[in-house]
């Protein structure tokens, strides 16, 4: 039977490509995030670097995957990016209403009874790195709840974003599109609460990127950047087919919460997905409306 070439086995170029993508693309996705953040760079300069950056991670994945049985073919491909374009378009619809209701009742609401408490007094970045983690602890706890109740799993839709059985970094972006309405809250709680909405811009970078990687198909550090970030070796541990492996590491950016609260997990993922198949793309748009 014809098996993979192991990593020893790679050329010498591909091994060295490897070792650097593991000790130092996370970290070095982090501190340029940072870095455009504390030079309060425009909103398309990040936008520009989370373009590049999923450029860079797409084309290691192919040339350097971690697990070779997970490239994709070009049909797949094309099949997924349908789907997470229907989901993105969703997604702006969806915020595009709450923008002119309930984001703005909130921002009324907020200055009424004085919530504004952000220290706005810090350093751009240690602000960055607060909203990071608030942000995070909302959505820590709407994602735990859609795996611990069975309601609002299928009723989010969050059962197709853990459909698939094959990851990458396009996969940070394939939610079901009713899934929006609870993804965009979380943003909302914390800017209602704290105010933390005014340095919101400078971290859609940070998020952006460490999804990506997140469910990249690259074999990447844990041991550093992982105390506080979450890395891919933790957040396929989530995607993981064996339900109480599923229900651990439910922080998809910043792994903090999972430490704190006892739903962090570092353990070897053998395989994915809700099922032995992966669902056809109309089955996981039906997901919220079956059992």
């Not at 073919?73 to 209403?97: H, R």
Request: glycine share 6%; proline share 4%; aromatic share 14%.
């Amino acid at each position: 039977m014809k098996t993979q070439p192991s990593i020893t086995s790679a050329s010498p170029l591909k091994r060295i490509l490897r070792a650097g993508v593991y000790w130092a693309l996370q970290p070095t996705f982090i501190i340029v995030s940072l870095y455009l953040a504390h030079t309060y760079a425009s909103i398309d300069a990040h936008t520009l670097f989370i373009v590049v950056a999923f450029c860079l991670i797409t084309l290691l994945e192919i040339v350097i995957p971690a697990r070779p049985e997970w490239k994709k073919s070009a049909g797949e491909n094309v099949a997924l990016l349908g789907f997470v374009v229907v989901s993105g378009a969703a997604y702006a619809a969806i915020e595009t209403f709450y923008e002119a209701s309930l984001f703005t009742w909130m921002a009324h609401l907020s200055q009424a009874w004085q919530l504004d408490i952000w220290p706005s007094q810090w350093p751009i970045v240690a602000q960055v790195l607060l909203i990071f983690a608030a942000y995070e602890f909302v959505n820590y706890w709407y994602h735990r709840a859609s795996h611990r109740w069975e309601w609002l799993w299928r009723l989010s839709g969050h059962s197709a974003h853990h459909a698939f059985k094959k990851l990458s970094g396009l996969n940070a972006v394939a939610n079901h599109p009713i899934e929006a309405f609870f993804l965009i809250l979380p943003r909302a709680i914390v800017g209602f609460l704290l105010g933390g909405e005014a340095v919101g811009a400078t971290f859609v970078s940070l998020t952006a990127v460490t999804a990506i990687l997140a469910h990249s198909n690259l074999q990447l550090n844990s041991a550093v950047v992982g105390w506080f970030f979450t890395t891919n070796r933790y957040h396929i541990h989530h995607h993981s087919k064996v339900i109480s492996e599923s229900n651990t590491n439910y922080g998809c950016f910043c792994i903090l919460w999972d430490r704190l609260f006892g739903t962090f997990q570092d353990a070897k993922t053998n395989d994915t997905g809700i099922g032995d198949s992966q669902p056809s793309y109309k089955a996981m748009l039906m997901m919220p409306f079956k059992r």
